[in-house]
Each structure stands twice: as C-alpha cells, then as structure tokens.
C-alpha cells in the first residue's frame, strides 16, 4: 500500500511537472508569436508604419541604452513603463536586431562617465517625501549605440516624441555618409561660420557636415547638401535668390532665419531691413512680416549698460515663447521651453496654402503682442504707449512648409552674377550660364523660416541654448523628415473633467460610492426576506399536513 | 458537461443565501470608489487608471475571502465526501466551482459601473482603455482566483487558507514587480518579470491587449486548476 501510494505520488508530481512544461512551452511560443490590440482611441501604443519598417530594414544589431535611474519618483513611473512599452514595441518589429539594456548611471562610477561623455545629464527631480519636497538626481536619457557611432536623447520627459526621437535616432547611427548642411556666406550676409555662427556651427557639427556657400562664384549650392540654412539674409541679389530657389527645386530644404531690423552698433535706433527673398516666400504661401513684435508678457529680461550701471528690464523686444504658444505637433519646437527670439517679424502662413504645400505654424507670440514698422526705436525704457488693451490674436512667428513648390524662376531668364559688393570695383557681371536649365517645379520638401535671424547668433546662444536645440531639431526635421513624416507625436493625454461645485462633488462621490451597494444590500434583504417566508409557509405546510 | 452547469448553479446561489456575499460586494464597491474618488477630482482627469491601479490590491484580499470557503467548509463539513462519491468526475467539481466563482467577480466587476459611469457624466473619458482594464481585470481576478480555489483546497481551516491565499497571491503578484526586479539577480530578472502575475497587467490596464498576456493568464489559470484536481485525488489515496 505504502509503495502504491508513493508511486502514484511520484507519477502525480511527475505529470503536474509535465503539464507545467507543457504551458511553459505555450507560453514561449506565445512570445514569439504575438499581437496587441490597442484599444486607445488614439492608438497610443501603436508605431507607426515609418518605424516599423527602418525597424524591419535594420541588418545588423543595435544597442539601446536606457540610462535611467531606478529609485523615480512616483510621478515618473508610468513614464518609466512607457518608455519600456514603447521599446518593447521597438524589440517585435526589429527581429531581434534591437537590443534595449537598462543601466542606472549612478550605480557605477564607469558608467556615470560613460553616461557623461555621451552627453546625457543628471537631472533635479522633485520628490515628497515624508511630506516634504525634496529634490533627487536621476538620469533619463536614451542612447542609441551602433558600432563605434551613438545617438543621444539627453532627456526622455514624456513619450510624446520619444517615437520619432529614438527612430531618428537609429536612423542617424547607421547613416553611412554624413549629411551635409550647406550655410549661405557672402552677398551681404554678415554673420560667419566664425562669427556669430560659431555655436550655431558647433550644433550643427555634432551630427552633420557643414559646408559654408558664397554665391559670388556663381557656382549652384553643392548637391551633396540635403539643407541650406540662410541666416539675417540682407537684400540678396537676384542670383542667390535664384540658387537658393534651385536648391529647393533640386529636392534640398531651405532653413530661413530672416531678420526684419538692421541694428546699429553703438544705437537704440534700428532700420528695416528687406531680406530679398519676400516675394519668393509669398509664393510659397510664407510672409514675412516687416515689422517687429512686442510682447508685454512673453518676453525675456534683458540687460543693459547705462554708464557704469548694469540693469536687468523685462524687454518686449525679446520674445520668449511660452509652452502653450507653441505647436504641439511639430517635432522641431515642440519639446522645447525658453526659445528667445529677439527683435522677431512675423512669419505668417497663408490662409489659404499654395496648392501642393501643407503650412504650420510653429511658434505664436501671446495674445498682448503687438507690431511696430519703419524706424525702431529699440530702448527699454521708452513707455510702450502703442501697446493694446485688450488681448488680440497671437502673432505667428515661424512656419514650416512641406510639398511641391512651385519654381519662383519658372520661365524667367537666369539672373547675372552681381557686381562685388565689397570693393565696388568694376562690376565683374557674368553671363548667364549656357549649360544650366531652370528645374521649374520640387519634389516633395521643406522650408522653414524663422522670424529672427539674431536669436541663433553667439550672442543669444551663449545666453539661450534652447536656441541651438530649435537649430538641431530643425536641421534634423529637414534632413530626416521623409523618413519620420509618419511619426505623429503623441498628443498629452488630457481630459479634463467638467468643471463642478464642491457640493455637486460630494453628491457625485456619495452617489458613485454608496449608490449600488445600496441596491446590492436591498436585494439582499429582499431575498432574504422571501426564503423566510418561503421557509415559514414550508413549515406551515408540513405542520398542517401532520 | 451538465454536471458542471449543475455545479456552478448550486455554489452561484449558494452565494447568496448567506449574508457573506452582499458584505463582500459592498465592501468592495465601497472601498474601491472611495479609494479612487480621493485623489480622482484632484488629478481632474476622466480616465480610470486610478481605479484599475488599486484594484489589484483589493482583489488581493477580496479573491481569497471569496475562495477561503470554496473547499475548506466542505472539508470540514464532510460534506466533501458525499460530494465525491457523486457521480460526478473531479475536475468537474473543481470547474463548477471555480466558474461559479469566476461568475461572481464578473458580476462584482459588473457592479462597479458606477465608476466608469461617473467619468463619463463628469467628462469625456476614452472607452478603450477602461474595456480593457476591465478585461484585464477579469483576467488577473481569475488568476487569482484559480490560485485560491486551490490553496482552499489544502486546508479545513478557511483563516488559514485566506491567510495562505493572501500571502501566496502576494508573492506571484508581485514578484515581477519593479522593486523586486531592482534587487534580483540580472540572470532572474526576465524570469521573474514573466512569473510576476502584475506585470502581464500593466498593458491591459492601458488599453493594449495583448495575446502574450492572455496566454500567460490562461496558463496560470489552467496550472492552478490542475495542480486542485490533483490535490483532489491524493485525497483518495489516503
């Protein structure tokens, strides 16, 4: 008997062990081969199809470094989840090219200069604890990492972006070749890759080739660059103005930073300036403005030298646009607080786009902004008498294109080589070249402008780094863009409730909480209530029958 | 297949003939809106993430206080043996109870509509995320449930198989969770993180259903019932 049952015994155990290698066997090829639902109404969790397919397209394995500390704040721990869910999204498409490590900086002196080498900060996070506010160190930075090249995401602050981000980023790691940013010098643009655009060229650097442009040769911007960046563009000669359109007929992407004063050194006194590219822009559904915005209150203090005394005055020259006034949807602004924009025009979108070119708007001034034109008077210590009373329309002060855009120099003749500003000597005019044909309408691109060309001058940026970032992203959206233009963003979640009174509250917490188990606790007595009557009538019966 | 129809009609009802299930019921429901509709006005957002979150601490008690009695009154009863000498096969008992059982969570979560109809009347909540929380609830209250129908059926003692019910529950839910996985073994880690019946409920609780956590509940679900038939049957032998 004993025997008997220490068989059965072994063979209970023996098929409770088999049953649960069975299920451990199910559930590994469920790994495998898998699906999600995603029930979002907008579709949160769901790549989209750009990723997926660089995922797909990946040949060779690349390593995602997730640097985030592991004691976060509460607060931080669905967006810890996130950014695994979203890697985990990652992992099925890459077919095992992918390979995501989370390390804590901080655990590992090696690590935490590893960490600092590439770039990603230590972070002040707010945390209450014991009931008092403190503030922690932590990492939330993402590196991407492929052979000897590596991405980084500095910081990972929601996962709004982070799709088109991290994509970005994998597809810059296994670029080959190095893109190229071509800058235009010369004919009357001032500043140079050595002054004035020394931080803006040292941005740029990390991540692209720069290659600077002077028209004055007469030579088209060179084909390798995939975007001209054109900075405080002064009355530019019909020639560049052509080259610049032909690069953009060519495929390339134009970034504009346009000014809309020429500042005197030495003078509170400033004068229009005209950039020379208007009625081109205007065609392509962009206006600049020829004004210079104000705002009361959006605006970046600024300080100022009266004889030996320095002072510190709000400035309402100098635009600092605030989070609600910037595009949400637009991967080059929206991530950034504290852009500046000083002595900004307004860029505005046509009302109704050139066919073929989608218009968005990227930054807005506030509502209280007002426009000034013709001669500047830029002291801060004037009284601002012209400023409105009542809030109006928020100023636009950047705006992407994106499409097919018409040639400006469609069935016009190709413009002579200007005279030589510089030494007025002789004008040295060119024939047009014979051997070069008008490309008279783009492939699909982009061109971005910008409302101030002095905001991302060494000036600003050694004050206002978000500048250099705007810089980065914008380079970035202009080179990359036709590979990420299915990433959307993922709009922050919101959904307010209605607003209520205190009492309205209570009645609805009352209601919510005790109003069903109510019902449940008057069901119960009502049957109960009815089996003993049931039970009586049942005795009553059998009482009467004995 | 009749005879399991026969047995989750008897022990559903039997729920209701006692006071037990209309205490657990309004326990619950009381408990879980209270605890959600605290800091619910304050976050100020219509979404039921709150409530999703806090429920599997609730289930955590409220499944074991549920199964406690599902085989240790019978035990104890002796109502067990007349039971077995039914003409009625093991695992048919085990999955009339347990679908009984499984048939009054559904109907506790049912109950709970209030809350769900609470963000929708105040704001405009999005419906995906809250169907699949409660999918995702359901799943992760039959797990439990599976877990303690069969430490119910170790004992005669109903304290202590709440007791064991609760610690056991305990350790699978949490043992994927981060704070375990900080201080595991890396070798462990993703082991643990697929044993830890909590973390196969994060995604459903967002809205993303996805087949690898299904599997992995439907298999807990299954090793637990087996692993109670076979409980069952060493019984027998003794």
């Known amino acids: 008997m004993t025997a008997k049952r220490s068989t059965r015994g072994t063979n209970s155990l023996l098929l409770v062990a088999i049953v649960l290698a069975a299920l451990v066997a199910v559930n590994l090829i469920s790994q495998r081969r898998f699906f999600r639902i995603d029930l979002t109404e907008d579709r949160r969790y769901t790549l989209s199809s750009s990723t997926k397919k660089i995922l797909k397209d990946l040949d060779d394995v690349v390593t995602v470094k997730v640097y985030f500390s592991r004691e976060l704040p509460t607060y931080l721990m669905t967006l810890n989840q996130e950014v695994r869910d979203m890697l985990a999204e990652y992992g099925t498409y890459s077919g095992g090219n992918l390979l995501v490590e989370w390390e804590d900086p901080a655990e590992n002196p090696e690590t935490e200069s590893r960490v600092r080498f590439l770039g990603i900060p230590q972070v002040q996070l707010q945390i209450i604890e014991k009931d008092q506010m403190q503030a922690v160190n932590a990492y939330l930075g993402v590196a991407v990492l492929y052979e000897d090249r590596s991405e980084t995401i500095p910081v990972v602050e929601s996962v709004e972006n982070l799709e088109y981000d991290l994509t970005a980023a994998i597809l810059k790691v296994f670029r080959d070749e190095e893109e190229t940013v071509a800058v235009l010098q010369g004919d009357g643009v001032e500043p140079t890759l050595e002054e004035g655009l020394a931080n803006a060229r040292q941005a740029l650097a990390e991540r692209y080739r720069v290659l600077p442009y002077d028209p004055a040769g007469g030579e088209p911007v060179p084909a390798e660059a995939g975007a001209l960046l054109v900075v405080q563009p002064d009355a530019l000669s019909d020639r560049t103005l052509f080259e610049i359109d032909q690069f953009v007929m060519a495929g390339g992407s134009l970034l504009l930073f346009y000014d809309p004063i020429r500042l005197t050194a030495g003078s509170i006194r400033a004068t229009p300036r005209l950039s020379g590219m208007e009625e081109m822009l205007a065609r392509w559904g962009v206006r600049l403005g020829e004004n210079v915005v104000l705002d009361p209150r959006d605006n970046q203090h600024a300080a100022f030298n009266q004889g030996y005394l320095t002072f510190t005055l709000p400035y309402p020259f100098w635009l600092n646009v605030r989070g609600e006034n910037v595009n949400p949807a637009n991967p080059i602004v929206n991530q950034l607080g504290g852009i500046v924009l000083p002595w900004a025009g307004t860029v505005a979108a046509a009302e109704t786009p050139p066919e073929g070119i989608a218009l968005d708007t990227l930054l807005w001034s506030s509502s209280y902004a007002w426009t000034r034109a013709g001669e500047y008077d830029l002291n801060p210590q004037q009284r601002f008498a012209d400023a409105p009373r009542e809030p109006g329309a928020r100023l636009p002060l950047a705006v992407a294109a994106t499409g097919v855009f018409p040639g400006f120099f469609a069935g016009k003749e190709i413009p002579p080589l200007p005279a030589d500003r510089e030494d007025g000597s002789d004008p040295t005019i060119a024939p047009p070249p014979q051997d070069r044909s008008i490309i008279e309408s783009s492939d699909t691109t982009r061109v971005v402008v910008f409302g101030s060309g002095n905001m991302i001058l060494d000036d600003m940026t050694n004050q206002f780094r978000a500048n250099l970032v705007l810089l980065q992203n914008a380079v970035d959206w202009l080179s990359f863009g036709d590979e990420l233009i299915a990433i959307r963003s993922r709009g922050v979640s919101d959904r307010p409730l209605r607003e209520m009174s205190e009492r309205g509250k209570t009645i609805a917490r009352f209601l919510t909480t005790f109003g069903v188990p109510i019902l449940v606790v008057l069901f119960g007595l009502a049957r109960w209530i009815r089996r003993r009557n049931l039970r009586a009538e049942a005795l009553a019966a059998m009482e009467a029958s004995e | ?238």
Do not use: C
Not at chain 2, 26 to 35: E, G, I, K
Not at chain 2, 148 to 165: D, K, M, P, R, W
């Open chain 2, 1 to 238: 297949m009749s005879n399991v129809g026969t047995i989750i009609r008897k022990e559903f009802r039997s729920y209701f003939d006692s006071p037990v299930a209309y205490i657990y019921i309004t326990f619950f429901l009381v408990l879980s809106s209270w605890l959600f509709l605290r800091g619910f006005f304050l976050v100020n957002q219509a979404n039921m993430r709150g409530w999703f979150g806090i429920l599997p601490w609730l289930l955590l008690f409220f499944i074991p206080a549920v199964t406690m009695r599902l085989w240790a009154e019978e035990k104890k009863l002796g109502t067990i043996e007349l039971l077995m000498t039914l003409p009625v096969r093991d695992h048919e008992v085990v999955l009339g109870k347990y679908l009984a059982s499984l048939l009054f969570l559904a109907l506790t979560l049912l109950l709970s509509f209030s809350v769900p109809a609470l963000t929708a009347v105040l704001g405009s909540p999005d419906p995906g995320p809250i169907w699949g929380g409660y999918v995702g609830a359901l799943l992760l209250g039959a797990s439990f449930l599976a877990v303690g129908l069969f430490v119910s059926g170790l004992t005669e003692n109903q304290i202590i198989a709440f007791i064991i019910g609760v610690t056991l529950i305990f350790l699978l839910f949490v043992v994927g969770e981060e704070f375990v996985l900080y201080n595991a073994p890396r070798s462990l880690v993703s082991i643990l993180k697929f044993i830890g019946m909590g973390a196969h409920y994060e995604s459903v609780g967002r809205g993303v259903i996805d087949s690898r956590d299904v599997v992995y509940y439907v298999s807990v679900i299954a090793f637990f019932l087996y692993l109670n038939v076979r409980a069952l049957e060493s019984r027998k032998w003794k």
